[in-house]
């Protein structure tokens, strides 16, 4: 069964640096999602998009970060200059349509770790 | 803000008993999902319900939505080891987003 990869798995880095976090989602999906999940905390939805551009993002998602779709196959998370309060679990996550009966596909996230 | 709230957060049980687990908002969702999450990996979908008062059963498993599309929960009947894992609810607020509100999830352990 087709599914959505993210890399790396695990991603240290020190606070004030650019981490780009990556994601293939299954490839006749055209929705594409952005979830984190703070350790010990719920999953929260950061940004939705569609057709090469944010359909929706949340109070999360500052200037500090940025979506891509570089190559018609990653789609990628970039944040400028972490903090201590990004580290958690990011979860890329893809659909093929908008509505319910399109269920989001969830890859195995990626765990930021900023120090 | 929309909030769901699961209860209970934890639960261990032995194998054969049953048990019940909620999601309740003060606000209406056009339609709840319901996740597992196993150790190191993303939410995997288990189902959705879109009526209010819909009841969907997978095997073992009984999701009811309320009549109100405030709340939902999922039964499990005669549970076993393999039942064991992380339990999410989320709701979608406008019909058809994907946009998802999470509950904090109920860890459930169901022991031999």
């Known amino acids: 069964e087709p599914e959505v990869t993210q890399t790396p798995s695990h991603q240290v880095t020190q606070m004030g640096q650019e981490v780009i976090l990556r994601c293939v989602p299954i490839?006749?999906?055209?929705?594409f999602y952005w979830y984190r999940q703070i350790l010990g905390q719920k999953v929260e939805f950061l940004v939705s998009?569609?057709?090469?551009?944010?359909?929706?993002k949340s109070e999360i998602f500052d200037d500090q970060f940025s979506v891509e779709r570089p190559d018609g196959s990653n789609f990628t998370l970039k944040i400028r200059s972490t903090k201590l309060e990004d580290s958690a679990m990011y979860f890329c996550?893809?659909?093929?349509?908008?509505?319910?009966?399109?269920?989001?596909?969830f890859g195995n996230g990626t765990r930021l770790t900023v120090t | 803000t929309q909030l769901l709230e699961q209860s209970p957060q934890f639960l261990s049980i032995q194998e054969g008993e049953n048990l019940t687990v909620y999601c309740n908002s003060s606000?209406?969702?056009?339609?709840l999902q319901w996740y597992r999450q196993e150790p190191g990996e993303g939410p995997v979908l288990l189902v959705t319900?879109?009526?209010?008062?819909e009841v969907k059963k997978l095997k073992r498993l009984t999701f009811q939505f309320g009549d109100a599309r405030k709340d939902s929960s999922l039964h499990i009947t005669a549970a076993q080891p393999g039942d064991t894992g992380l339990y999410l609810c989320?709701?979608?607020?406008?019909?058809?987003?994907?946009?998802?509100?999470f509950g904090q999830g109920t860890r459930l352990t169901i022991n031999p």
């Open positions: 996550a893809s659909s093929g349509g908008w509505s319910y009966n399109s269920p989001l596909h």
């Open positions: 490839s006749n999906h055209l929705y």
């Open positions: 998009f569609y057709n090469n551009e944010i359909s929706e």
């Open positions: 606000s209406v969702f056009s339609s």
């Open positions: 319900v879109v009526t209010g008062g």
């Open positions: 989320a709701g979608a607020s406008i019909q058809g987003a994907q946009k998802l509100v």
